[in-house]
């Protein structure tokens, strides 16, 4: 195994230039992960239209796995639904980022920004719920 | 290739086994050696011999094993406390390391001692083992924590270390060895301004132990702690100097067998120092791999450890500087520090410098190195760290250098 095999062209490319980068004036979900052990930070905030991700964004610091991965993780949610979080894997995740042979703590890293994701669009799907079933329940 | 004035490195080197292994098929270079140190043939065989030759429980047995390996457990204390020069291996309590010693203090000493509005004072140096204890003693007796500022390079701050001290603090509590910065501290005079204030101290001497010369006889603390897995010996064991008048009047923290003379149903008395503080079956084997770290270090000279690690670090910190987008904490001069270098390169994260350089064998750790408030204040959210001991060479110090300049090529710097 070689730098260059963990560290693919493509991770070290959104590090330098991350994509989605910023924070959104409104936002209709939004969540924020750290990993103690790294430093590693980052908040997810999103828009929605017609029940699919509108605009999102990405902000924090942190090692170039966890950056990169959460940059990526926004091109991909752009326009599909929110629901189509409950289907996102680790495994997408990792071929994602062109399968990287990362070690147990290199894992985590590579996580945040899908765990982020997923808290922020549980969070949006349970309000969507409670407003939808709460005022007769 | 450079060879070390201090000692003959190859010939340190040819006794630690680990140092043949291949780590991604790239020799290995051990740069970690703040966090734990390789341990050399000694070390390991004498854990063997305890085990496959006279495996027993210390103080209890009276048969030919049981004998042996009392004998050899209390001749580990001597051999440990003497490396420290405490004045008597009744000083010496055996405890898992040098975290279990600063919580033996804070139960055992402190909780009784500590009082309502009283001060401790520590630094921002501080390894969270020398700060959370005194934060949870604070809390639970309604004393402050105060903490010691640093000057630009990484010492301390003596005029508010004297600010500190005029409000006769019960504690004072300093490492005497940064793990991050390798400041070494003046422990001497800052014990003898601690006593003068009335107050009881406490030195950490995880990192200083192990790489320097020490005589708890010359710095007057009252307590001084360390653990073996950093100089060499096994995990799990360590041991707290104290000042025999001060144990003597604490009562044990735990309580069972071996810390006690007798027990009556009516109650129980304590045993003799150090037994009082050492509740049940010890660390035996540890304790005796212990002893024979630190009876290895003084065979090659803690003066030579010193000296050698001094070379390493001149050598390093003119080399690694001119590298693009070095930063280096701590203070200038080698003579001021211990071998432990912290830094950041431009904007590679340490721990992506971790991966890269771990691929290229080259073990650092990256971190905030259970010093957060030290993070706070150098305004980063973790450092790299190499730190060298005895085995390491100049060879490891180019190495280093390459995966470095590697990282940045890879990061575009
Ligand atoms: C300065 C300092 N103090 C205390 C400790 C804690 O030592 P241990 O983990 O062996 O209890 C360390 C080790 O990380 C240290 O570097």
Wanted: charged share 25%.
């Amino acid at each position: 195994m070689s730098s260059a095999e963990i560290y693919k062209e493509i991770i070290l490319d959104y590090y330098r230039h991350p994509r989605n980068y910023g924070k959104l004036e409104k936002t209709d979900g939004s969540a924020r992960e750290t990993n103690p052990l790294c430093g590693d930070d980052v908040e997810i905030q999103f828009s929605v239209a017609d029940g699919k991700f509108g605009e999102i964004r990405y902000s924090g610091k942190g090692c170039a796995i966890s950056q990169a991965s959460t940059s990526m993780l926004t091109e991909l949610a752009k326009g599909k639904q929110v629901e189509w979080v409950k289907e996102l894997s680790k495994e997408d995740v990792f071929k994602m980022l062109g399968n990287p042979e990362l070690g147990p703590a290199r894992v985590k890293c590579a996580l945040l920004g899908m765990k982020a994701l997923k808290v922020a669009a549980y969070g949006y799907l349970g309000s969507k719920f409670e407003e939808n079933n709460g005022s007769d329940s | 290739m450079l060879k070390s004035e201090a000692l003959n490195v190859e010939k340190v080197r040819a006794d630690f086994p680990i140092l043949n292994r291949k780590v991604h098929g790239k020799r290995l270079v051990y740069l970690d050696n703040a966090a734990t140190t390789q341990k050399p043939n000694v070390v390991i065989d004498t854990l063997v011999d305890y085990y496959s030759r006279y495996n027993a429980n210390a103080h209890r047995s009276v048969h030919t094993l049981g004998e042996e390996a009392t004998a050899a457990f209390e001749g580990a204390r001597k051999t440990v406390s003497r490396f420290v020069g405490a004045s008597s291996p009744e000083e010496l309590i055996f405890v898992k390391g040098t975290t279990d010693a600063t919580n033996l203090v804070r139960f055992a000493w402190a909780e009784k001692n500590v009082k309502r509005g009283d001060t401790i004072v520590t630094t921002l140096m501080e390894h969270h083992s020398n700060i959370v204890p005194w934060q949870l003693v604070a809390k639970k007796k309604g004393a402050e924590v105060k903490y010691v500022g640093l000057n630009k390079d990484g010492t301390l701050k003596m005029d508010e270390f004297e600010d500190a001290i005029r409000e006769s603090p019960a504690l004072v509590a300093v490492t005497q060895c940064s793990n991050v910065l390798g400041t070494i501290n003046d422990v001497a005079r800052i014990c003898r301004l601690a006593h003068e204030a009335g107050a009881v101290s406490l030195v950490d001497g995880a990192q200083s132990a192990p790489h320097m010369p020490v005589d708890i006889s010359k710095l007057g603390t009252d307590f001084f702690a360390f653990s073996a897995h950093k100089m060499m010996g096994p995990t799990g064991i360590g041991a707290l100097y104290g000042r025999k008048s001060l144990l003597e009047g604490m009562d044990p923290f735990e309580g069972g067998g071996d810390m006690i003379k007798e027990v009556h149903t009516s109650g129980a008395t304590w045993n003799d120092l150090p037994y009082k503080f050492e509740a049940g079956t010890s660390n035996i084997a540890g304790a005796i791999g212990f002893g024979s770290a630190a009876n290895y270090l003084s065979e090659i000279g803690m003066d030579k450890v010193r000296r050698h690690e001094v070379e390493l670090l001149e050598y390093a910190l003119e080399n690694l500087s001119k590298v693009k987008g070095m930063t280096i904490y701590g203070p200038e001069d080698a003579d001021q520090r211990g071998g432990v270098l912290s830094f950041n390169l431009s904007d590679v994260h340490p721990h992506d410098l971790a991966t890269i350089l771990d691929e290229r064998g080259i073990a650092i750790r990256s971190g905030h190195h259970c010093a957060q408030p030290l993070m706070e204040w150098l305004e980063v959210p973790a450092t790299s760290r190499a730190s060298f001991y005895v085995y390491n060479s100049f060879d490891d110090v180019d190495s280093l250098k390459e995966g470095l300049e590697k990282a940045n090529e890879m990061f575009g710097a």
